[in-house]
Structures are given as C-alpha cells and as structure tokens.
C-alpha cells in the first residue's frame, strides 16, 4: 500500500500508535537514527524482522524497521539510511518527511508486525545476513536480540562514505563499499565467500539482488529453500513497497 487518497490514508494513520521523536541522530553521512517514546510499546511483544508504516506525506506510506524496541519503557529507535543524499535532484518523500522530524514531534506508527515467512529465529548455529544500507537496523537488532544464542556472519553494501560506522554498528559481519550497480558488491563477496558452515539465512534489501542471492547463497552453503528467508526492501524504480 505505498499511497492512498490523502482522505483515506489519514483514516489510517489516525488508528496507528501515537509516538513522540525524542531525539534524532545523525551517525554518518546518510544513516540518521530517529529514537521515538510510545505508550502503547509497552507490554508488546517483540522482537527483530518486524516493521512498521509511516504516513510520509499526505498519500504516501513507507515503512521502516526499529532497530531497537524497549517493551518497558515504551521507547524504540529505527535507523534510516537517507539515499536522497546520494543522488542529485529532488529528496524522495521518505527522506523529506525524515528531515521534518524534530525533537518533539509527533508522528503515528502503523502496525509493528513480521510476516510468517521473515521473522525472527533464534536457531543455535551460524546465522547469515546480507542486505543493503536500508537493512543495517534490521541485522543491527538480529545481532543483539541472538546474542549468545547463535553467531552472525555476512555481506553488507553501503556507501563508502558510511563503511567505518557501520562496522561497527555490525560486528561479524563484512561491510562492503557499494558501486553503482546495487547488489554488485554483495554479490560479488557471496560469490568469492569462503566455505562455512550456515544453519539458516536472512536476506533483504534491494529486491533484485535479493532474488539472485538466495540463488547464490542456497548453492555456496547448501541450504534449503526453507530456511533461507527474504524480503524486499525497495525495487529500483519504485517508489516504496
Ligand atoms: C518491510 C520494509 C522495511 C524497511 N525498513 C527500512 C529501514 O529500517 N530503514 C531504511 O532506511 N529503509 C527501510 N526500508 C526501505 C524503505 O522503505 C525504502 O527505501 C523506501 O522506498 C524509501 O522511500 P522514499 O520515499 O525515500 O523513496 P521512494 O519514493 O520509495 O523511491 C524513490 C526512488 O528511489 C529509489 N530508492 C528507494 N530506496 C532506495 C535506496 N535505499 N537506495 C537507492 N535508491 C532507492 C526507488 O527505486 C525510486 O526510484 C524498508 C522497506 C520495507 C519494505
């Protein structure tokens, strides 16, 4: 549901969970992390995979993952890669709504849900991740939520300019310069990764890269389809998914 008739879509945003912007964050260059105080976080069940839905502008909707969910306090944090940043001409509506949350502000997050086929599981073992600069909060809050519970290995593409802070907001996992063709940097590691032994994979982000890596990753460690789990994050071309 990227966009609806403004009447419509308020209809929505009206019935999601009223939230405050505590504070913003700039990491890097294009990685902004929003943090967000919600009384109706509290008691929640929660854990990583699941996202949520923002009203960006009058008709369009986008949605996003916390990279952290607090169920007591009420308080969670998503972390936002701004690609607008990279690319000459108009800021897209996700980033520009972005830019307009203060300190303060009010906004309304619609649904906190994983799908069945992308949810969280702690399976003993190695996990493998691979993903994009929009999927950094997501492995961000797979690494802390597994914890002991399994190791984390894989591939992230980011831009060059934001490698050093996310290495270190991804310990285990390489994070690689991204070029102009996304998913080529990505692609190009799986292809050359070294034989390990992997219990179950998650793979998201761009959606093109997304199809061929599960091809690739269920060759390289000889997993079966069912415990390699996808989804798209943004297709080129198309505004939201
Ligand atoms: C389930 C789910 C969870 C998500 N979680 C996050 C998250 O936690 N953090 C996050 O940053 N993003 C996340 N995304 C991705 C984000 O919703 C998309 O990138 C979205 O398209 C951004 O909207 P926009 O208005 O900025 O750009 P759009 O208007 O949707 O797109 C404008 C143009 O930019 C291109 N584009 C969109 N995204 C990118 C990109 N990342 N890099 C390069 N070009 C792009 C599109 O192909 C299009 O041509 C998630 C998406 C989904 C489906």
Same mark, same amino acid.
């Given at each position: 549901m990227p966009s609806l008739p403004a009447p419509l879509a308020r209809m929505i945003e009206v019935r999601g969970m009223p939230c405050t912007v505590t504070g913003t964050e700039?990491?890097?260059?294009s990685f902004r992390r929003v943090h967000l105080a919600c009384e +109706?976080?509290?008691g929640r069940e929660w854990a990583p995979c699941q996202v949520t839905t923002f009203l960006v502008s009058p008709t369009a909707f986008r949605r996003y993952t916390p990279d952290a969910v607090d169920t007591v306090t009420g308080r969670m944090s998503i972390l936002f890669h701004r690609h607008s940043t990279l690319v000459p001409g108009p800021t897209s509506p996700g980033d520009a709504w972005l830019d307009s949350l203060t300190a303060g502000a009010p906004v309304s997050a619609m649904g906190l849900e994983a799908t069945r086929s992308f949810r969280a599981r702690a399976e003993p073992g190695t996990t493998l991740v691979c993903g994009d600069a929009t999927t950094v909060g997501l492995w961000y809050s797979m690494i802390h939520w597994l914890g002991d519970r399994a190791r984390v290995c894989g591939v992230v593409e980011v831009p060059a300019q934001d490698v050093p802070v996310v290495r270190g907001l991804l310990p285990g996992v390489q994070v690689v310069a991204q070029s102009a063709q996304p998913g080529e940097a990505v692609l190009s590691w799986l292809g050359d990764a070294p034989p390990r032994e992997v219990t179950q994979a998650y793979l998201a982000g761009h959606g093109q890269t997304v199809q061929r890596a599960r091809n690739v990753v269920r060759t390289r460690y000889d997993?079966? +389809?069912?415990?390699i789990h996808t989804q798209p994050y943004w297709a080129t071309g198309k505004a939201g998914l």
């Open positions: 700039d990491l890097s260059p +109706r976080l509290k997993l079966h +389809r069912s415990v």
